[in-house]
């Protein structure tokens, strides 16, 4: 058996796609899902799914205790699936080498903080970039920094708004972060 905990912010389009994806193998399991805003979608996501949904505030989120707390989950796994806190060292001592981030651009550009969701498409639309794409990273004590696991590409075409790319973007995301899991959890990493 292999687990997983999600951290999500929004509405959890990426958290759906990683339940989809792995409801048909019992292999598998999604511990909980961690939430650190009170009328994000993923909250009502996890109560459909009968998954356990911890709710974080900057202090707990900050603290040893969330850390002690998921640990205690045994995660194989941590997965950042459109979570907007920089994640402590409490928890990346507590899971080295097992947090994972799913990035909606080709990092290193547009990376940091306050380079998420459609601030990273308008970005890449103002600077006439002609593709984007999504990079999924180790998570390190720094914003986008730690070590590229995949990246994957798509067109930006000159008549594309922010929220065309958007959607292309979300094909990525829903396609390859789910399959991503899945190698990692049964195949060694380096």
């Given at each position: 058996m292999r687990s997983i905990i999600i951290f999500a912010s929004g509405q959890g389009s990426n958290a759906a796609a990683i339940i989809q994806y792995f409801k048909p193998r019992p292999e598998v399991r999604i511990r909980a899902i961690v939430?650190?805003?009170?009328?994000?979608?993923?909250?009502?996501?996890?109560?459909?799914?009968?998954?356990?949904?911890?709710?974080?505030?900057?202090?707990?989120?900050?603290?040893e205790a969330l850390a002690e707390q998921l640990r205690e989950l045994g995660p194989d796994l941590v997965v950042l699936a459109g979570f907007l806190w920089k994640?402590?060292?409490?928890?990346?001592?507590?899971?080295?080498?097992?947090?994972?981030?799913?990035?909606?651009?080709?990092?290193?550009?547009?990376?940091?903080?306050?380079m998420y969701g459609r601030y990273v498409h308008e970005a890449v639309k103002a600077a006439g970039e002609k593709e984007s794409g999504?990079?999924?990273?180790?998570?390190?004590?720094?914003?986008?920094?730690?070590?590229?696991?995949?990246?994957a590409y798509c067109p930006v075409r000159s008549a594309d708004t922010p929220d065309d790319i958007a959607r292309r973007i979300h094909h990525l995301e829903h396609f390859y972060l789910p399959r991503l899991i899945d190698f990692l959890l049964f195949h060694e990493r380096p």
């Open positions: 939430c650190n805003n009170p009328q994000a979608g993923v909250i009502q996501l996890a109560e459909q799914q009968g998954i356990p949904c911890l709710m974080t505030d900057r202090a707990m989120f900050k603290s994640i402590p060292g409490s928890l990346i001592r507590a899971f080295p080498h097992k947090i994972i981030n799913l990035h909606p651009a080709l990092l290193p550009k547009y990376g940091g903080k306050g999504i990079t999924i990273h180790l998570v390190n004590e720094n914003y986008d920094e730690g070590a590229v696991l995949l990246q």
